[in-house]
């Protein structure tokens, strides 16, 4: 048995503002993930209340969905499974404050790339269309526990796919061709 990891490292530019929104959701994805995790349903009072403090422009980004109690389940929509919100990443934000274009340092061992994707699409509007690649470890040596992929996000889709699917279908094509 072997323990898998998402590894991922890169840059993206960013406006201040972007920057500032990026750095909020990582703290409110912190914050969800520790804070209210434990949050019975009579407790919603307490999420609505954070969510409330949060900028405006997080309630734009990510607005309270009419047919939801919950305010935040927009970003929480950034997870496959909203009840582990954690984008399991580093965020490093560098440059001048005042310049028109920072850069947004995100890397870590145990990514949730596909949130990350997701939050970048949202988020980074100015970089779009960006790509990033993710690698895939393991802590052992065994067949198949090597790979990685790649993301490519523009302002209506997010592309993309695991490095073993690109060559299955690649191997596909050309044993067809072989035939």
């Known amino acids: 048995m072997a323990n898998h990891y998402l590894q991922t490292a890169f840059a993206i530019p960013v406006t201040p503002a972007e920057a500032l929104l990026l750095k909020e959701c990582f703290a409110v994805s912190a914050q969800l993930s520790s804070d209210f995790a434990e949050l019975s349903s ?20 990510f607005p309270k969905k009419p047919e939801e109690e919950d305010p935040f389940a927009d970003f929480l929509d950034l997870w496959s499974d909203p009840g582990f919100p954690e984008f399991d990443a580093d965020l490093i934000i560098q440059g001048d404050p ?11 061992h145990e990514v949730d790339v596909p949130a990350l994707a997701s939050l970048i ?18 802590d052992k040596d065994i067949a198949g526990a090597f790979g990685g992929g790649y993301y490519v996000v ?8 695991s490095t073993r699917w690109l060559m299955a279908e690649t191997l596909q ?5 072989a035939t």
Do not use: H, M
Not at 42 to 61: G, H, I, P
């Open 154 to 161: 523009t302002d209506t889709e997010i592309f993309g796919g």
């Open 42 to 61: 009579d407790s919603l009072q307490a999420v609505k209340t954070c969510y409330a403090s949060l900028s405006e422009a997080f309630r734009n980004t």
């Open 121 to 138: 699409q949202k988020v980074c509007k100015s970089a779009l269309p960006f790509g990033f690649q993710w690698a895939e470890v393991a």
């Open 173 to 177: 094509t050309a044993r067809a061709g």
């Open 98 to 108: 005042e310049a028109r274009t920072q850069f947004a340092f995100i890397s870590g």
